[in-house]
């Protein structure tokens, strides 16, 4: 049975030590009254919900799956689900940073998200069902009439409903300019919604008394395409005059996925007949609107490989510090024992390492990139929302992709500890690369990112969104490149934001010629400026730990030690990426489509 513990100390030290959140917050007037005593005060609760109630729900969940009726159309999670879902409720979870104007206790995006770091440790399958609402919750608050708002934010903030996103549909997956679902305009103002949509997460539960559908489809005479997709609320019972759920509006479930991973997680096939729907936002920008969850969704799937990243290390480190097995090549270390433990092995501590590099670098990016949210949503002034926002535009694909590439990096990293046990269902490891490895796929392929962040975030806007990136990093550089003791984190970091500099300007002059080139360093591209956001945030972390590693405390040398390991093990994969990103579309697309 795998075990989880919270790691505080890590979450404290990047929210108040690297990023100086409270400094931050108290120039938001939504949050300047949100010290450090009351972040951690809800971090140590939180950790007690998740390591207490959700936790040991995740192997049997995952084990016994959801159960679908085909009789009834409806779907049943797994035993224990439903009641930590109340005590979820119970404990106000789902307000934690929702509008106070409808039920939320209005407390910062930074905090939720190191709340779902840890809920996604704990059971990623279990938090889908309350954290996808959030996404839900955004898009309606942003494009919502006041109407709408009134009938269904109090309802999702309060948690008493629970919110879905319908996209894909069978014929259809990221290309949603393909999508067929309809919507015909009724006399009393809704929509008749008819379509089949697959892949909707909680698209059907027992957890709450009604769920509430985010619907794209398409209005009668749209223009063909991504242009000519509205969006509309789709509740799965129409409320009634008291808000309460009345009537069973026209959609189902048909079955839900057979999947490698998230078990516990019903993934949904739903028909709609004629569903009642109402319009969010305007005709034909339903995309635009529905951007909003996606977006919010995207940082939320990074989020869930840094949860399973940090839990998949911490079972197998303590497997290491335990398992007996074989001599260091150096002489026995114990030599009163019958073998040594795994971790006087150093591709052992590879591995590990490796984990826990990825595992530390995504939170630090994670927590760096709600915060700017805060600051998007809540700053007094202008320019500054906007300069946070072309951040947050610009790292969101590195936070899906990136953290989630590295994250099963880890999650497989720390299985392969485990050796033969490893593959076996009773230890947790394996469950946690098999839910891992959909963070790559939903919410946009991590392809699909990568052609985001090059095509749209850096050369959309003619590097932009990068410069201003940028200028933090050289900031930093030009600040302790003076710095004897820093040097063996500043020069390697000068030195990738220039190559970065240098690949961009290559690959758009490239593309200007052929649009392939583009499609075929992205991924390439993406990964190379994932570690360079990685190498500046661990050469802060370095600064922060030299500054402190006198004092005797081992968090700090433990800290200094890992942003050597990054450093020089994992931030040369670079000259790999940048040697096959330059290398040009001709390879890639020479193969005669026939012979594949």
Not at 90 to 110: E, F, M, N, R
């Amino acid at each position: 049975m795998p075990s989880y513990r919270a790691p505080l100390r890590d979450m404290q030290f990047v929210l108040h030590e690297l990023l100086d959140a409270e400094s931050v917050l108290k120039h938001l007037p939504a949050h300047a009254d949100t010290g450090r005593d009351t972040l951690d005060a809800v971090l140590e609760e939180g950790a007690k919900f998740c390591e207490n109630v959700i936790a040991p729900l995740n192997l049997p969940g995952d084990a016994e799956g959801c159960h679908y009726d085909r009789d009834t159309r409806s779907v049943t999670t797994p035993k224990g689900f439903v009641d930590a879902y109340a005590q979820y409720r119970d404990g106000g979870w789902p307000t934690l940073s929702a509008d106070p104007d409808h039920g939320g206790q209005g407390l910062p995006y930074v905090l939720n998200t190191a709340f779902f770091e840890m809920g996604n440790s704990a059971n990623q399958a279990w938090l889908m069902y309350p954290g996808l609402t959030h996404g839900a919750y955004e898009c309606l608050h942003a494009h919502g009439s006041e109407e709408l708002k009134a009938a269904y934010l109090p309802k999702l903030v309060s948690g008493e409903w629970l919110g879905t996103m319908c996209l894909t549909e069978p014929h259809c997956g990221t290309d949603l300019g393909l999508l067929r679902t309809k919507a015909t305009p009724r006399d009393d103002g809704s929509y008749a919604i008819t379509g089949s949509k697959i892949f909707i997460s909680a698209g059907e539960h027992d957890m709450t008394p009604n769920i509430v559908h985010l619907v794209l489809a398409r209005l009668p005479g749209a223009p063909e395409g991504s242009k000519g997709i509205s969006l509309f609320l789709v509740p799965k019972f129409v409320p009634a005059a008291d808000g309460s759920p009345g009537e069973r509006n026209g959609l189902f479930c048909a079955g839900i996925e057979h999947k490698m991973g998230i078990h516990a997680n019903a993934t949904c096939q739903l028909v709609l007949e004629d569903a009642r729907g109402w319009l969010i936002g305007e005709p034909h920008r339903g995309l635009a609107a529905m951007f909003v969850m996606m977006n919010a969704a995207r940082v939320a799937v990074g989020v869930q490989s840094l949860g399973l990243g940090e839990v998949a290390y911490q079972n197998a480190a303590a497997y290491a510090k335990d398992r007996r097995q074989g001599r260091a090549l150096t002489g026995p270390a114990e030599p009163d024992k019958p073998a040594d433990t795994l971790l006087v092995h150093p591709d052992v501590r590879r591995m590990l390492l490796t984990a826990r590099a990825y595992t530390e670098g995504a939170r630090a990016l994670l927590y760096y990139t709600a915060l700017q949210i805060d600051i998007e949503h809540h700053h007094p002034d202008e320019d500054a929302r906007r300069d946070a926002a072309d951040v947050v535009a610009l790292l969101t694909p590195i936070c899906k992709a990136f953290v989630t590439d590295n994250g099963f990096t880890a999650a497989t990293a720390a299985q392969q500890v485990f050796g033969g046990h490893g593959y076996i269902h009773e230890w947790g490891v394996e469950q946690f690369v098999r839910d891992a490895r959909i963070n790559m796929i939903y919410e946009g392929t991590n392809g699909v990112q990568a052609l985001d962040l090059l095509g749209r975030k850096v050369l959309g806007d003619m590097g932009a969104k990068l410069r201003k990136f940028g200028e933090q990093v050289k900031a930093f550089i030009e600040e302790e490149g003076v710095n004897e003791a820093m040097q063996e984190f500043v020069n390697p970091l000068a030195d990738l934001a220039g190559k970065v500099e240098k690949m961009t300007m290559e690959v758009a002059m490239k593309a200007m010629g052929n649009r392939d080139e583009a499609g075929a360093a992205a991924t390439d591209y993406l990964r190379v400026v994932g570690h360079l956001v990685y190498a500046w945030l661990f050469a802060r972390m370095a600064k922060l730990a030299l500054d402190k590693a006198d004092g005797g405390d081992p968090f700090y040398a433990a800290k200094l030690a890992t942003a050597r390991f990054y450093f020089v093990r994992l931030l040369p994969e670079t000259a790999a990426l940048i040697r096959a990103g330059r290398s040009g579309a001709g390879n890639l697309m020479a193969l005669d489509a026939g012979l594949f």
